[in-house]
Antibody, heavy 119, light 112 residues
Framework: QVHLQESGPGQVKPSQTLSLTCTVS??????????WSWVRQHPGKGLEWIGY???????YYNSSLKRRVSISIDTSDNHFSLKLSSVTAADTAIYYC???????????WGQGILVTVSS | EIVMTQSPLSLSVTPGEPASMSCRSS???????????FDWYLQKPGKSPQLLIS???NRASGVPDRFSGGGSGTDFTLTISRVEAEDVGVYYC?????????FGQGTKLEIK
């Protein structure tokens, strides 16, 4: 059974960089057919796709965040990471990491981590 | 980007009764290989979303057969044949034909 777990600070100051890591267990991240993804959810709101990374390192980002977002992958340590720069209060959200399988959908989600942007 | 529009935004159903919700996309989600790049997810209160239906009509592993998905192209439906108390939450549709994947705004299911 694949398990994803987000980790990182629960509070970030405005203008700083939000950094989160997603540790994957129960399966190798270094496998084709999966897009390792980040999705966020503003408090009480819907789901917003942030971006994903393929095991090869290819990345795809939501254009609304593209200038500020970076996703990287560490296949040796089986985790992938999210960096979001120049954060504001509008970036306060629950951040989920997830596995998006081709022709299947987002079949595994982490439990989510609430990140609050506040001084 | 492709816009996903769900209706209704909320639904209140008596246990044992059926429920149905819809999702419409601004462009066809039919892939050139003949399948729809369209999923349904359920987010139970306080939990992460979970995959219910992929490719428009394929139930995910472990999903009860009272859930069924239908439709093609731009119009899709999710039907629950007999609602149970554990089905409460927000149902989201998502398209994966184009990047970025986009979600509908959600349909909140409540039990009467």
């Amino acid at each position: 059974q694949v398990h994803l777990q987000e980790s990182g600070p629960g509070q970030v100051k405005p203008s700083q960089t939000l950094s989160l890591t997603c540790t994957v267990s129960g399966g190798s991240i270094n496998t084709g057919g999966y897009f390792w993804s980040w999705v966020r959810q503003h408090p009480g709101k819907g789901l917003e796709w942030i971006g994903y990374i393929y095991y090869s390192g290819s990345t795809y980002y939501n254009s609304s965040l593209k200038r500020r977002v970076s996703i990287s992958i560490d296949t040796s340590d089986n985790h992938f990471s999210l960096k979001l720069s120049s954060v504001t209060a509008a970036d306060t959200a629950i951040y989920y990491c997830a596995r998006h399988q081709e022709q299947v959908g987002i079949d595994y989600w982490g439990q989510g981590i609430l990140v609050t942007v506040s001084s | 980007e492709i816009v996903m529009t769900q209706s209704p935004l909320s639904l209140s159903v008596t246990p044992g009764e059926p429920a149905s919700m819809s999702c419409r996309s601004s462009q066809s989600l039919l892939h050139s290989d003949g399948y729809n790049c369209f999923d349904w997810y359920l987010q139970k209160p306080g939990k992460s979303p979970q995959l219910l239906i992929s490719l428009g009509s394929n139930r995910a592993s472990g999903v009860p057969d009272r859930f069924s998905g239908g439709g093609s192209g731009t119009d899709f439906t999710l039907t629950i044949s007999r609602v149970e108390a554990e089905d409460v939450g927000v149902y989201y549709c998502m398209q994966a034909l184009q990047t970025p994947p986009t979600f509908g705004q959600g349909t909140k299911l409540e039990i009467k």
